[in-house]
């Protein structure tokens, strides 16, 4: 069992490394960009807005960009804006929970299959002995030693990868506080747009 326990620990280790990179890159992007948008957008200058959030890698840059873009035409059909963020906001949800199935799946697996060439060495460390016809401590005492070493595997393998999971998650929730942020901030500027005129809501 030692060669799928090696495999799973290296495709854990791939995850672990992109899904980090991803979620630094998002959280770190998310936190100039609602500011530096929406100054732009209430100064009347859409188009930057418009680009500097296309520009912007991560979740909440593209929240506002489907918010601006509706809002930017300066005529939006009622229930429009929220269908336009709700679906931005579903699809950025399951990029940035990919590859969480894999890390749960490792760490839920990982003992089990060390616990399962545990029990694998132990049938054969009986079965030798049930051929010597005697108990010989020395062979008992290899035989068990090397089947216990497939259940330290697992577990080396799943507590960092279980650690890495919940950590992903906190950061994830932490993005989707920011999403919702801007989701907030954009439907407030469509109310003040609709309020001095600046935007017209027609009937879907």
């Excluded at 948008?37 to 859409?46: D, Q, S």
Aim: proline share 2%; no cysteine; hydrophobic share 55%.
């Amino acid at each position: 069992m030692m060669y799928p326990l090696v495999l799973s620990s290296l495709i854990a280790l791939g995850v672990i490394i992109a899904k980090a990179w991803t979620l630094r890159l998002a959280r770190k992007s998310a936190r100039g960009v609602l500011e530096e948008v929406e100054e732009l957008a209430r100064a009347g200058r859409m188009d930057e807005a418009i680009r500097v959030a296309a520009d912007t890698p991560g979740p909440t840059a593209a929240i506002l960009l489907a918010g601006l873009r509706r809002v930017g035409q300066g005529t939006v059909r009622r229930g429009e804006l929220e269908r336009a963020v709700s679906t931005t906001g579903t699809i950025e949800l399951g990029f940035l929970e990919r590859g969480l199935v894999i890390l749960a799946t490792v760490a839920n697996v990982a003992p089990l299959m060390g616990f399962l060439g545990t029990v694998a060495g132990m049938i054969i460390a009986f079965g030798s002995i049930e051929t010597a016809g005697q108990v010989d401590a020395s062979l008992v005492a290899g035989g068990i030693k090397v089947a216990l070493l497939t259940t330290a595997a697992g577990l080396v393998i799943a507590i960092p990868v279980n650690i890495a999971y919940n950590f992903f998650v906190t950061r994830i929730d932490q993005l989707i506080r920011d999403m919702e942020v801007g989701a907030q901030r954009i439907f407030q500027l469509a109310w003040d747009m609709e309020k001095d005129g600046d935007l017209k809501v027609v009937a879907s």
